[in-house]
């Protein structure tokens, strides 16, 4: 069983977990102190006959120590982070030579469209598929995610990607993946009853592995 | 409130003739309005826990017949088996009872009304009547809630958090009027908060006794004035969305229905708006509350009084501005997730320093555990690793992986349980002699606390994990999935705890229904603490003072030099304390 | 002593306290309130604009399924309630009470007319087929949907929208009457109000010009622009 985040399979992975070690660090040795220190208190102060409590208000100058700390980290943090958010979704951070699919979300399975072999969405060539989603790997995928009624959510853990699709608006993301193989696609937005079973497989694939796939399928779609 | 004075009395000289029905079941004494709060909200507290065994039951054990399932009908569980349509309305109806019939008025409905008057040294609210509307429209919005489990078609099922439109088209998710309820239940309960607030605030502000000036207040006060301002203002946006969210299932309208115009995202906008102010609401309280009572079990002031006023009230200013953090990848324009992801990383820095604050209160003290203490500690413990994980959740990018996953689940419930409602057992102790002139058994009390403990954290702990795996939230079989089917041994070892947990709470149910009886008969000032509640008999009588008491300090001064014994109370008049300058009636 | 002072004095409790604001307990309460009624128009108000803005078509244009005339008319009348609102609370502030009681049934009046003639609009308006979900199939506006006069997109956020803030509103309204009438019957008539003690009249005035004000925001957003 994998203990961590899950297989690495896509460039986001690199950013992300990097962020979320950086982040599990920081938000560690907070923890250290804390625990630590209140393990320490209740036992170092516990109550004993004779003793009597330090009598004080407070100190202002450890006050502004432990404010100044974690303020500087959450703005270094806030920094950071929004570097990577901007990469990663911001308005302007879908590749230009993305390769497109389109995702339509329904109650409760996936339907993919691919672009076909002029390599364009919304041509004649276009085929659309159930609940199997191919891309090959080593090129930016944009995914164009549509719902045909509720909200739902494309999600892939292993490439560190998700986004709601909401019904009425027209929301494109994009990833890349890295790593050959079969993966799942899962709805991580309860969308209904059959939440739980709206799944897909996710296939990445070599250029020409997929590229063979693409005439077959596209063949299939035509009958 | 010329009739509030009137009727106040001492402890010696009783002379109540209210009839039993307007003394117990129609009163306007804030004290029993807090004691029925008490009362109803921990029966919703049970029921909110009773959903919770089922969806673990389902979890731990998919697809077979859960004991006593048999009562359930066989649209929702045939043969005692949870089904899917059943399985959502669970989690939904969990979340929505814990969060509005449970914590909410345990730490509000309950401690506001039966705190402030005592803490601040009047004889009740402002305005006692409307009080005792805010507890009966509340009590009429969770008979509607708890109705809705049982109209046909079930009971509400899009999630708490009831986004539009799998909430707003009976079409998308399958329930009926069970939707509706829910609509008209939240209304009600938004009317009870807001005319709770109305009277808290008001009381505070005006009704403070002579010498009780803003900064002697305790921070259990602070925090429940602060928390009235925010639901104030939380709520009406909540019932406004309720109403928006009612129309569009039964006269047509369509704010949130894309098909017809409207908006899926304005739901989320509107409801988290109000929801995030709604967090503040579920752990300030809470926060008040274990400040006083640590001060209390370390026998010294708390650290840094006025940082913990301030932050409490930093906290609040903030969670106006961070409500998109709940919809990073919801497809609103990532130009508000930075700004959001800004304004939540910034309110980590007040919880941050409340809790070295109270690290910096048990330093150097002479710590005393009894069972609120050791709630209270806990409280410290658990809520910082709440807290923690929130900080995952609030970069933006570590968000996308995370988001919707068993890893917020764990963060809401490490602040939720291991934060409010650790506090919550221990305020209740330790104002049970106040409410009951009782106490609660101690040694059971102390079986509760660390049984609770060690079940709630192999419950919780674990989510964290499955999180990062990607487990998805309100999954009813995770096993579709091939990457969380290697899960299942840990999602055993959760339900396990879970029911664990569940059964040792009943040694509270049964501490505290027994001791009501059967309690050690508890003296003035048990605790001995500060607080004006404390200079009043064990049960407070009706009317709480004949004459208001003076306040000649803040409510901290334990270990003071001025004294031998290691607490002062606020009312003690000591040879060197003058009188303070009342403040005059106008004209005088 | 001052004059309002006095007044004042009068609605304090009869005994010490930390005054937190000069203000009496029941007009701060009503205060309160006021900021959580805010609270509640804001939503229902900022959802038309994030409706009507953020709509991908156009928007019908005022005075076409809307009367202006007779809701013009009716702002004038709750805006002189509002009026005589002022007066009654200036007549018992000088000791006056029939002059107050005579203000206050104007107000009440005044109150009721327009929400009778709210009734009546929105009577009107359903049986020429606008509705809360739009605009009713086979009626007069379904006509001019038809013929381009009103947009069909934006018909359906239209009546959602107009019904709602404008129905609560009214539902404002109605309590607000209701809650004078009251004073009215079982404070005013008896004489219960007095130079000393007019708490009554100066709270419930509050909450009357907030929901007129509430009005004239609505009048212009909604049946203006």
Known sequence: MHWWLPLKASTFTGPIDGLFLAILIITGIAFVL?????????????????RKAFYTHGNTRAEVIWTTIPAVTMVALGLVSNHYWVQIKGRNSIPPNAYPIGIHAKQFEWQITYPGADGKLGTGDDFTVRNQLHVPVGR???????????????????????????????????????????????????????????????????????????????????? | MTSVAATAHGAQAHHDDRSFVRKYIFSTDHKIIGIQFLFVSLFFLLVGGLLAMQMRWQLGFPGKPMPGGGVLPETMAPGGVILPEYYIQLVTMHGTFMVFFAIMPLLVGVFANFLIPLKIGTHDMAFPRINMWSFWTFLIGGLVMLSSLFVPDGAARAGWTMYAPLSARHDYSGASIGQELWSVSIIFVGLSSILGSLNYITTIINNRAPGMTWFRLPLSVWSLFITAILGLLALPVLSGAAIMLLFDQIIGTHFFDPAAGGQALLWQHLFWF????????????????????????????????????????????????????????????????????????????????????????????????????????????????????????????VDMQIHDTYFIVAHLHYVLFGGSLFALFGAITYWYPKMFGRLMSEPWGKVHFWLTFIFYNCTFFPMHITGMAGEMRRLYDPNQYTFLQPWQPMRVFISISAFLLFATQLIFFVNFWWSLWKGQKAPQNPWEDNGLEWSLP??????????????????????????????????????????????????H | MTHAAATVDQMQPPYPAERGLDVYNKKLGMWVFLASEVMFFAALIGTYVILRFGATGEWARPGIVLNIKITAFNTFLLICSSVSMVKAYAAIQDGDPKKMRFWLLMTILGGATFVGIQIYEYMHLVEHGFVPSGVREGSELAALVANGTLPAATMGLYGSTFFTMTGFHGFHVTCGVISMAYLYFTKALPGKYSKQDYGGIETVGLYWHFVDLVWIILFTIVYLI
């Open chain 2, 274 to 397: 109000f929801g995030h102010p709604e967090v503040y609401i579920l752990i300030l309280p809470a926060m008040g509350m274990v400040s006083d009572i640590i001060a209390n079990g370390s026998r010294k002031p708390i650290f840094g009084y006025h940082s913990m006023v301030f932050a409490i009230v930093a906290i609040a200013f903030l969670g106006w501005i961070v409500w998109g953090h709940h919809m990073f990848v919801s497809g609103m324009n990532p130009t508000l997730g930075s700004s959001f992801m800004v304004s939540t990383l910034v309110i980590a820095v007040p919880s941050a320093v409340k809790t070295f604050n109270w690290m910096g209160t048990m330093w150097r003290g002479n710590l005393r555990f009894h069972v609120p203490m050791l709630h209270a500690v806990a409280f410290v413990a658990m809520f910082v690793i709440g807290g923690l994980s929130g900080i995952f959740m609030a970069a933006t990018p």
């Open chain 2, 538 to 587: 064990s049960p407070a009588p009706h009317g709480n003072w004949e004459k208001v008491p003076t306040v000649y300090r803040g409510p901290y001064e334990f270990s003071s030099p001025q004294v031998a014994e290691d607490y002062l109370p606020q009312y003690k008049k000591l040879p060197t304390d003058r009188e303070p300058a009342r403040v005059p009636l106008a004209g």
């Open chain 1, 140 to 223: 930016p995928i944009m995914v164009q995610l549509s719902s045909e009624d509720v909200i739902h959510s494309f999600y892939v853990p292993q490439f560190r990607v998700r986004q709601d699709v909401v019904p009425g608006m027209d929301i494109k993301a994009w990833f890349q993946a890295t790593v050959p193989g079969t993966y799942e696609l899962g709805c991580s937005q309860l969308c209904g009853l059959g939440h739980y079973r709206m799944r897909a497989q996710v296939f990445v694939q070599t250029q020409d592995d997929y590229d063979a796939w693409m005439k077959q399928a596209a063949q299939e779609a035509s009958q």
């Open chain 1, 34 to 50: 804390v625990e630590v220190g209140l393990i320490w208190f209740v036992v170092k102060y516990r109550q004993r006959p004779g």
